[in-house]
T-cell receptor
Framework: QKEVEQNSGPLSVPEGAIASLNCTYS??????FFWYRQYSGKSPELIMF????GDKEDGRFTAQLNKASQYVSLLIRDSQPSDSATYLC????????????FGAGTRLAVHP | GAVVSQHPSWVICKSGTSVKIECRSL??????MFWYRQFPKQSLMLMAT?????????EQGVEKDKFLINHASLTLSTLTVTSAHPEDSSFYIC????????????FGPGTRLTVL
C-alpha cells in the first residue's frame, strides 16, 4: 500500500510569517510530486510540482524535495489570510501506475 | 491555460434515478481523465481512470456498473451515477492530464451531488 502522510493540522501562523508544510511518502520510485491547495467546498488547485531534488521557487511558494529521505515540503513566505486552506501533497506512483496518491491534507490557518 | 470544466456544478435527484456529470478540458487535450469523490472533511478518493477510446480503470471497491464512465474524445469524459442512493451523495471531482505533460493533473470545479 503506497502512502502519502501529512500532518492534518491545523497549522496556525500569523500573517506575514513563513508557513512550512511537510509530506512524506512511501513509494521510493516516485519521481513527480505536487502541491495542491483546496479551499473549503472547492476543488483542488495546483500550486506547484517538483521533479528534482532541491528547491523550486515560484513567487511566495517554495517546494523542497529530498528523495533519499522521501520527503517533500512546501514553504509559503509572507503568509496571508487568503492562504488559509487545506494543502494536499500528491505523489505520482512509480511502476506504470497512471495515478496520483494524495495525502489527507494539512489545514493552514493564517491569522491577522 | 489548463482549464477543466464540470457540469453540472450541483445536482439534487431522487433515489433511484441516474445522474450524468460531464468533465471537459477547455484549452488542452487530455488522453487521461480521472474521477474522484470527496466526502466532507475527508481526502480525495480516486474512483477511476478514464482513458480516451478505451475502457476505464476502476479502483478497488468501486462498482463499475454503478459508476459508468465514458471518454469519447480528447476533451470530454462523463461519469454516470446509476440508480443513485443517498449514500452516493458526495462531491465528485474530475481531473485531466494534459497530453503534453507527464503527470500533472488539473482539476475541474467539482459537482456536488445530493440524493434524496
Amino acid at each position: 500500500q503506497k502512502e502519502v502522510e501529512q500532518n492534518s493540522g491545523p497549522l496556525s501562523v500569523p500573517e506575514g510569517a513563513i508557513a512550512s508544510l511537510n509530506c512524506t511518502y512511501s513509494d521510493r520510485g516516485s519521481q513527480s510530486f505536487f502541491w495542491y491547495r483546496q479551499y473549503s467546498g472547492k476543488s483542488p488547485e495546483l500550486i506547484m510540482f517538483i521533479y528534482s531534488n532541491g528547491d523550486k521557487e515560484d513567487g511566495r511558494f517554495t517546494a523542497q524535495l529530498n528523495k533519499a529521505s522521501q520527503y517533500v515540503s512546501l514553504l509559503i513566505r509572507d503568509s496571508q489570510p487568503s492562504d488559509s486552506a487545506t494543502y494536499l501533497c500528491a505523489v505520482h506512483l512509480s511502476g506504470g501506475y497512471n495515478k496520483l496518491i494524495f495525502g489527507a491534507g494539512t489545514r493552514l490557518a493564517v491569522h491577522p | 491555460g489548463a482549464v477543466v470544466s464540470q457540469h453540472p456544478s450541483w445536482v439534487i435527484c431522487k433515489s433511484g434515478t441516474s445522474v450524468k456529470i460531464e468533465c471537459r478540458s477547455l484549452d488542452f487535450q487530455a488522453t487521461t481523465m480521472f474521477w474522484y469523490r470527496q466526502f466532507p472533511k475527508q481526502s480525495l478518493m480516486l474512483m477511476a481512470t478514464s482513458n480516451e477510446g478505451s475502457k476505464a480503470t476502476y479502483e478497488q471497491g468501486v462498482e463499475k456498473d454503478k459508476f459508468l464512465i465514458n471518454h469519447a474524445s480528447l476533451t470530454l469524459s462523463t461519469l454516470t451515477v446509476t440508480s443513485a442512493h443517498p449514500e452516493d451523495s458526495s462531491f465528485y471531482i474530475c481531473s485531466a492530464r494534459d497530453i503534453r505533460s507527464t503527470d500533472t493533473q488539473y482539476f475541474g470545479p467539482g459537482t456536488r451531488l445530493t440524493v434524496l
